[in-house]
């Protein structure tokens, strides 16, 4: 708050922080009911809620120096100040549950700052008696839980995809199909851009199962763009590749509307050679993110191809 501003609290009430929804009536016999404000922030559960997050965090995870010896795990609560853009003594007077009403701002800011996902976020906004902002898209955060899945089908090829066909994560079997994605930058790392930047002459525009393909990716991102029609990435995209395909664009226009099925691919591979799998994807309903995973039939030559690899890479 402005310093000449400062003093013009009420009795009885502290001052009010920069940012926040307003003062805090001192006490809790004055508009507190259970540790919880009569505006329905819970003080209580939001602080021990913060701490809780905080202690979760290593400094590298967030892009600072681990530094000195740190006698309790965790980012340190100036850290988070700094992260959130916010001032040490407000963040520390939040986590003594103590603090004012926090503003829609700085509870985004926090959220940011210790890396939320999805849900806690929204359990943040709840606690401090907010509305949730609404979800403009899909998640593009991929969970620990999806990391170790894909790492663990060494036998099988496997990447992530959000609801645009951006790669998210990826299995070193992938890497035969999708390439090496750690050198490639994040915006180009989009299957659908990569489909329709291939030439007319392309001989997999003339194979029937490469256009049946490429006929359900394009329905399934019209899907995508229906759910999701604030979403910024699919935006672009679809005017991106509006603009500059008309193959796309000729696809765009049938409106065809559904979810992707699976599907039998042969590909004649440059380095494994001819190769043929199922194509299935499984959706992830709590991000709306696919896990694209391409599955050999068992004793299928493909299937002795992927198993040679694994063993070559096994440490």
Same mark, same amino acid.
């Given at each position: 708050?402005?310093s000449?501003? %400062?003093?013009l609290?009420?009795?009885?009430? #502290? !001052?009010?922080?920069?940012? /926040? ?11 507190m $009911?259970?540790?919880? /404000?009569s #505006?329905?922030l819970?003080?209580d ?6 701490r809780? !997050? !905080?202690? +979760? ?7 600072? @120096?681990?530094?000195? +010896? ?5 980012l340190r609560?100036q850290?988070?100040a700094?992260?959130?853009g916010?001032?040490i003594?407000?963040?520390?007077? $939040? =986590?003594?549950? !103590?603090?004012?009403?926090?503003s ?5 800011s ?7 996902s ?9 606690i401090?008696?907010? &509305?949730? @902002?609404?979800?403009?898209g899909?998640s ?5 839980g999806?990391?170790?899945l894909?790492?663990?089908?060494? =036998?099988t090829?496997a ?8 790669v ?5 079997? %992938?890497t035969?199909?999708?390439g ?6 994040d915006?180009?790392? &989009?299957?659908i ?14 194979d029937?199962?490469?256009r049946c ?10 899907a995508?763009?229906?759910r ?6 699919? +935006? ?8 500059? #395909?008309? +193959?796309?664009a ?8 559904e979810?992707r ?6 590909v004649?591979? @440059?380095?494994?050679g #001819? ?5 299935r994807?499984? $959706?992830v ?5 696919? $896990? ?5 039939? @068992? ?5 002795a191809v ?5 063993e070559?890479?096994?440490?």
């Open positions: 708050m402005p000449s501003l %400062a003093g609290a009420a009795p009885g009430e #502290s !001052r009010a922080e920069a940012g /926040t929804g307003g003062t805090t009536l001192a006490g809790p016999a004055r508009g $009911l259970g540790g919880m /404000t #505006s329905g819970q003080r559960e939001l602080a021990a809620f913060l809780t !997050r !905080r202690a +979760r965090l290593r400094p590298a995870e967030v892009g600072l @120096p681990e530094g000195e +010896r740190r006698r309790t795990p965790g609560r850290e988070v700094q992260l959130a916010m001032s003594d407000y963040y520390i007077r $939040l =986590e003594q549950g !103590r603090g004012p009403h926090p829609r701002q700085v509870l985004a926090m959220a940011r700052a210790l890396m939320l999805r849900d806690e976020r929204e359990y943040l906004f709840r401090a008696g907010e &509305n949730p @902002p609404p979800t403009v899909p593009r955060e991929v969970t620990p999806l990391r170790h894909l790492d663990a089908m060494t =036998e090829p990447y992530l995809v959000d609801a645009a066909y951006h998210l994560a990826w299995n070193h079997l %992938a035969y199909f999708v090496d994605l750690a050198a490639v930058p915006a180009d790392r &989009n299957m851009r990569w489909t329709f930047r291939q030439p007319a002459t392309d001989a997999h525009w003339t029937a199962d490469a393909f490429v006929q359900s990716t394009v329905a399934d991102l019209r995508a763009y229906g999701y029609p604030a979403d910024p990435a699919i +935006r672009e995209l679809v005017t991106e590749l509006l603009g500059t #395909s008309p +193959r796309f000729q696809l765009w226009a049938e409106h065809d509307v979810e099925r699976p599907m039998i691919k042969k004649p591979h @440059p380095r494994l #001819s190769l043929e799998f199922e194509c994807v499984l $959706l309903p709590e991000t709306e993110q696919r $896990l694209i995973v391409y599955v050999p039939e @068992p004793g299928s030559p493909t299937q992927f198993r040679r690899i694994a070559r890479v096994a440490p």
